[in-house]
């Protein structure tokens, strides 16, 4: 008898003491305590461990720490080390202050050092990103200046070598002599928070850095999840225009059937990572390593990694590895170091080769790539690109595109590469868009459940007079190609929601944006059956699955309807206001004069829940839009 409790005893101890770990993600902002300015770079650790992050250019952190909690230690040269007990909390905002016993060697201004003997008698951080010399102090790059005039006039001068491919907007075709509309889907965010990035910096972004499909797809919908084999449902909604009452506007979302993690296929991933001299900045290599460390703990015993970095030449850093293995990946990731050259074509080839080794017949086979796109050796030009990415994508591997950092920033390459390479593009401004990108939207992200998505539209010209789709500039395909398996199109990611808006003037009504001469050697006989009809379009579909070659297509229709704008859904509301947000970008002409205070009245009608705080943000960022445009 005493045998069997001494047993059940130590049974129970054994349990007790192997307990699962749960993580849980403490998220916070570190400011300056002197005058609340934000502190980027700060390195954030958890005490006794390996574990920590850094701090974005808005002063912003995620870190996972063990769901008991633990002590979190903020540090940064020249600003007094500060230790924070975690306790229950979610949220840990903290405030530095200046060190008065370093501060007797130097002063920091930001990333800079200043000799005390300037007339700055404390520490006042400032961002820059460049200056009269560099250091280098825990993998982070430092300038030196006298003062901070030279390094912000320099960091001005450097604003001026980003890429962006033109976009000539879309225009009204006639619905009578062009009733087809075709182009790809797009799930790619990278402009929604490239354009953040500028407007937080107190700029307005180039009209050609504004791609409104991006903007209206950065945010989730409440869409119905499918129902039937088709991977993703339908939805179509119809009101008047915001912007022009004798316009109206439809909204023709997808929603993809959304995968548990735990039934997500094996990985196969590479990650392929930019280690050369333009990526020292505190908002490229060290966020991109932060960003990755976040993605690791995502991943499943089942799931492998490869690294490889590319500078002046590629190589493998890192062979496949088990995402159990998170400690070695970390490790990895953390002796990277930027220097030298940029010869990105080697690197693409090398990461495409790794990939095809390891490659997962069953599973997700993926390269992501993380780089600022300044590609200077090899292979380079946009054309080069497109032609080496598009050989790659036949060894059925996709590519996850993530783009980091300011000045030098080549959005139109990295575009290039996502589209043509079964892709998707990301542009990461901080740890909070690495947590919604890798973490909180971790499936869709790098799990493609449908490939080649295509649009057909065909418009009834007894019911429509004219047409024209909002955004999708750079993903317009001819008629015949919605037919042709061999032509290239978007992918749909688990969970992933696309968003597609087109403006309709209505047979009958004048438009000073819409008037054509009628043809003088041919006409166009209508259907009579038409004018009876309450078909407004058909929309027509064809994805492949991702392992496909064959598409499948899938038919709907949509029927007039009048419904008033303040009926609509919050889907359809918020759409509208940001679609129309990014016209204003654009100053787009259609716009007609339809005011910032007016988008804000519409968007706060349509924010619903929020529950990641990213409808209320877009709401900050039209407010802190009609601050920088009233300069």
Do not use: C
Not at 74 to 81: A, E, Q, W
Not at 245 to 258: A, T
Not at 517 to 529: A, F, V
């Amino acid at each position: 008898m005493k045998t069997k409790i001494f047993s059940l005893i130590l049974a129970f101890i054994v349990l007790a003491g192997f307990r699962p770990v749960v993580n849980r993600s403490i998220i916070g902002k570190v400011t300056f305590a002197q005058d609340g300015s934000i502190l980027p770079g700060v390195n954030v650790l958890l005490k006794g461990t390996s574990n920590g992050t850094v701090t974005d250019t808005q002063g912003n952190y995620v870190i996972s720490v063990p769901d008991q909690g633990g002590t979190l230690v903020f540090s940064f040269i020249g600003l007094k080390t500060k230790e924070i007990l975690i306790g229950a909390k979610n949220r840990i905002d903290v405030t530095l202050e200046a060190d008065k016993t370093e501060l007797s060697e130097v002063v920091v201004v930001g990333y800079e050092k200043v000799n005390k003997k300037t007339k700055r008698a404390e520490a006042k951080p400032s961002y820059s990103l460049s200056g009269q010399g560099a250091a280098k102090l825990d993998g982070y790059h430092f300038s030196y200046s006298n003062s901070a005039q030279p390094v912000q006039n320099e960091l001005k001068e450097r604003f001026n070598t980003e890429e962006y491919d033109g976009i000539t907007e879309n225009i009204f075709h006639d619905a009578k002599h062009s009733p087809l509309s075709t182009f790809s889907i797009d799930v790619d965010a990278a402009s929604y928070s490239n354009i953040r990035r500028f407007i937080q910096n107190g700029q307005r972004p180039p009209q050609d850095a504004v791609r409104i499909e991006e903007m209206v797809n950065y945010f989730h919908y409440d869409y119905s999840q499918p129902t039937g084999e088709d991977p993703f449902s339908i939805n179509t909604e119809i009101s008047t225009a915001p912007w022009n009452e004798n316009h109206k506007l439809v909204l023709i979302g997808l929603q993809g059937k959304k995968i548990p993690i735990e039934k997500l296929p094996p990985s196969n991933l590479v990650f392929l990572i930019d280690v050369s001299g333009s990526m020292s900045d505190p908002n490229k290599l060290p966020l991109l390593k932060s960003s990755f460390k976040l993605l690791v703990q995502q991943l499943r015993e089942q799931d492998h990694v490869a690294i490889v970095v590319y500078a002046g030449a590629a190589g493998l850093v890192l062979p496949p590895t088990s995402g159990a293995d998170k400690k070695k990946i970390i490790e990895a990731l953390d002796q990277l170091e930027a220097g030298g050259s940029t010869a990105g074509g080697e690197g693409i080839r090398l990461a495409y080769k790794v990939a095809k080794e390891n490659f997962n017949r069953e599973g997700n086979n993926r390269v992501i790539l993380a780089t600022d796109g300044d590609f200077n050796i090899g292979e380079s030009s946009n054309g080069a690109m497109e032609r080496l990415i598009e050989e790659k994508r036949q060894d059925g591997i996709f590519i996850t595109v993530m783009g980091f950092g300011m000045g030098n920033y080549k959005d139109s390459k990295m575009e290039t590469i996502a589209d043509k390479g079964n892709g998707n593009y990301l542009y990461i401004d901080s740890i909070l868009e690495a947590q919604k990108a890798l973490v909180n939207e971790f499936g869709g992200t790098l799990f493609t459940i449908a490939k080649d998505v295509k649009l057909q539209i065909e418009f009834n010209p007894a019911k429509v007079q004219a047409y024209r789709l909002i955004g999708y500039e750079n993903r317009m395909l001819k008629s015949e190609d919605f037919n042709n398996d061999k032509k290239d199109a978007g992918e749909l990611g688990s969970g992933h929601t696309v968003t597609a808006l087109y403006e309709i003037i209505p047979v009958g009504v004048e438009s000073k944006f819409f008037k054509v001469d009628e043809l003088k050697y041919q006409t166009t006989k209508l259907d009579p059956k038409n004018s009876s009809s309450n078909e407004l379009m058909t929309v027509k579909f064809r994805y492949k699955k991702p392992d496909g070659d064959v598409s499948k297509l899938l038919v709907h229709t949509l029927n007039d309807k009048n419904i008033s704008l303040d009926k609509t859904s919050n889907n359809f509301r918020w759409a509208a206001s940001v679609a129309s947000f990014g016209m204003l970008l654009r100053n787009s002409e259609y716009l007609n004069g339809f005011s910032e205070e007016k988008i804000l009245s519409l968007v706060q009608t349509a924010q619903g829940e929020d529950k990641d705080g990213y409808r209320s943000e877009f709401i900050s960022l039209v407010k802190a839009d009609r601050l920088v445009a009233a300069k």
